[in-house]
């Protein structure tokens, strides 16, 4: 971009307005700004206080803040200029690397003796092994279970092997239950992401009849999208963070810094088929987040088309329209593991997430990880 505007998402509006006219009019297709200043007068009695957290009185009696909602998915964040602006500095956590390792001879490390199998066997990957999950929350609920204990300690034949493990599972639950053709897989890292074994493990399942409400969410929204503007929706939301500066492609994979994340530095990747450079792709994003961001914990969640289409073969009994529907990933930080605090409360849960990363700073740290890989 040709402009001098500091890339901070709390002048996203002038960095739009900046943008050439066919990028801004995708932008406006997807995206609302609208932009604000919040104001306080604080007593001398918290000088010192606010001096400490925020540098100075001046930069809180004074703070942008700006809504960003994506029009498509009705998906909104917060972003304020106080929080966004603050350093991302990776942190290492001597106590956390000692509660991992205390956990030692879980029932995840001997997972033949400690977990049940599903009726149709076990998946043996090079990496890791998968696992029936004992309260199901769908029909068929597996999960791969990795043969490494800590789960921030990760290769990229690692990655790779956990998504070829769980696809694994699902062909071989299709061939048990051929009406179960939604494939959702999962991966929460340590307990703030709702994880309860700490061991690293990822979780998949193959739904029956409709995809989940968020997946058929989006695909209607694209769907609609599509009929409205004539094309993709996916390709238009690439664009819309491509003319800002907040992607990257790694091979076939479209990465990007989602300007509606659903909580901190959430980032998107897009590909037409769940192949090599997507799983690379997925390693890379995730060692960036873990190296680079300080982040400790983490969701990942892969969006599919349903199964049958996804073999290219005949979908026999799906009758909603997955054309254009590539493979999603949304991997997001989920905070502190040592904080108390919910990362997440009545505001996303309800109405808009309040983000306190900001998408150019996430945007950075990616390239700098993929360009150093
Ligand atoms: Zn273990």
Redesign the pocket.
């Known amino acids: 971009m040709t402009t001098d505007l500091p890339t901070n998402i709390a002048y996203l509006d002038k960095l739009v307005a900046a943008m050439p006219t066919a990028a801004q009019a995708i932008f406006g297709r997807i995206f609302h700004v609208s932009t604000t200043v919040g104001q306080l007068d604080p007593p001398e009695t918290m000088r010192q206080w606010i001096e400490g957290y925020f540098g100075s009185v001046e930069a809180v009696k004074s703070q942008r803040i700006v809504k960003i909602t994506n029009l498509v998915t009705m998906e909104g964040s917060l972003f304020n200029e106080l929080r966004a602006s603050r350093p991302m500095e990776a942190k290492a956590s001597s106590d956390l690397e000692e509660t991992i390792m205390s ?4 029932p ?2 001997k997972p033949l003796e400690g977990t049940p199998a599903d009726t149709f066997g076990r998946v043996r990957g090079k990496h890791s092994i998968t696992a029936s999950n004992v309260a199901k929350y769908d029909g068929l609920h597996g999960v791969v279970v990795f043969d490494e ?1 800590n789960p921030l300690v990760f290769s990229s034949g690692e990655v790779s092997d956990y998504l070829d493990t769980a696809l694994a599972w699902a062909r071989k639950a299709h061939d048990v239950d051929r009406e179960a053709r939604y494939f959702f897989f999962l991966w929460n890292c340590l307990w703030k992401s709702g994880a309860s074994i ?2 690293g493990h990822a979780q998949m399942t193959l739904s029956r009849d409709l995809h989940y409400a968020k997946v058929e969410h989006l695909r209607r929204s694209a769907l609609r999208y599509r009929e409205t503007h004539g094309v993709n929706y996916f390709d238009d939301l690439y664009a819309a963070h491509k003319a800002l500066g907040l992607t990257l492609e790694s091979g076939n994979t479209r990465i990007l810094a989602y300007l509606t994340p659903i909580k901190e530095k959430e980032v998107l990747l897009i590909s037409e088929e769940l192949d090599q450079d997507l799983k690379d792709s997925i390693y890379k994003v995730l060692r960036s987040f873990v190296e680079r961001l300080g982040v400790q914990s983490f969701n990942l969640a892969l969006y599919h088309k349903p199964f049958d289409s996804a073999q290219d073969r005949p979908i026999t009994d799906v009758e909603e329209d997955w054309s254009g529907f590539p493979v999603v990933v949304r991997i997001v930080d989920r905070g502190d593991p040592n904080n108390k605090t919910a990362d997440i409360g009545a505001m996303e849960l309800y109405a808009a997430s309040v983000i306190a990363s900001d998408p150019f700073r996430v945007a950075e740290a990616l390239r700098e990880e993929l360009i150093s890989v």
């Open positions: 956990n030692l001879g879980d995840f490390c204990h700490l061991h």
